[in-house]
């Protein structure tokens, strides 16, 4: 009979996570997880059928983080504008972060795959609409359901760029983007 393993698959993704930021995700593989996890490589398994889908997870765990931060920055009682540029910030942060996780070309195939199997990219949308309603309705403006979308869409894609295309230049890039949600918000009608 197999022993059990406490905590098991806790552990195994917290070392999952050490592991792929170490060494990205292609040079990552089950044994070195498994051994640094404390567990056979066959107990990972159990849990996951594939590298791929244990990033995943790691990837989900990582961002419901990344999210209830960003719910207490949208709960925080601070000036909306202010509140726009703390959530920008936050999301930014943690793009830039996963994507300087020595990624090489199949880690942003495997990034975009969990980004879009996982929703990540969806609650990122959904956030910024929300944001955006929130500043709207204290300068008593609005928009149509539509433009929000299309709005959170081209933030949440501006945000990859300037990391992709500007890697230097991160506070002007945050402010940037805060800029283009802001001026968005001073074209909708009163």
């Known amino acids: 009979m197999p022993k059990k393993i406490k905590n098991a698959k806790s552990r195994i993704l917290d070392s999952a996570e050490i592991i792929f930021r170490e060494n990205g995700y292609v040079k990552s593989d089950m044994k070195?997880?498994?051994?640094?996890?404390?567990?056979?490589?066959g107990t990972i398994y159990n849990y996951w059928p594939s590298k791929k889908m244990l990033f995943c997870d790691f990837s989900k765990e990582y961002w419901k983080r990344v999210f209830k931060k960003t719910?207490?920055?949208?709960?925080?009682?601070v000036n909306p504008r202010l509140k726009s540029m703390l959530f920008i910030k936050n999301i930014y942060d943690h793009f830039e972060e996963q994507l300087n996780?020595?990624?090489?070309?199949?880690?942003?195939?495997?990034?975009?795959?969990?980004?879009?199997?996982?929703?990540?990219?969806e609650e990122i949308q959904l956030r910024i609409e929300m944001l955006m309603k929130e500043i709207m309705k204290d300068e008593s403006k609005s928009m149509?359901?539509?433009?929000?979308?299309?709005?959170a869409?081209?933030?949440?894609?501006?945000?990859?760029?300037?990391?992709?295309?500007f890697p230097d230049d991160k506070e002007r890039n945050i402010r940037f983007i805060n800029d283009v949600i802001i001026c968005a918000i001073d074209q909708s009608r009163k």
């Not at 070195?32 to 490589?41: H, L, N, P």
């Not at 719910?71 to 009682?77: H, L, N, R, T, V």
């Not at 869409?153 to 295309?165: A, E, K, Q, V």
């Open 144 to 151: 149509d359901e539509e433009s929000f979308k299309r709005v």
């Open 32 to 41: 070195e997880i498994a051994k640094y996890s404390g567990v056979a490589v």
């Open 101 to 121: 996780m020595k990624i090489g070309e199949s880690d942003l195939e495997a990034m975009a795959f969990l980004v879009s199997m996982n929703g990540v990219w």
């Open 71 to 77: 719910d207490e920055i949208m709960k925080s009682g």
């Open 153 to 165: 869409r081209l933030i949440s894609l501006s945000i990859i760029s300037c990391i992709r295309d």
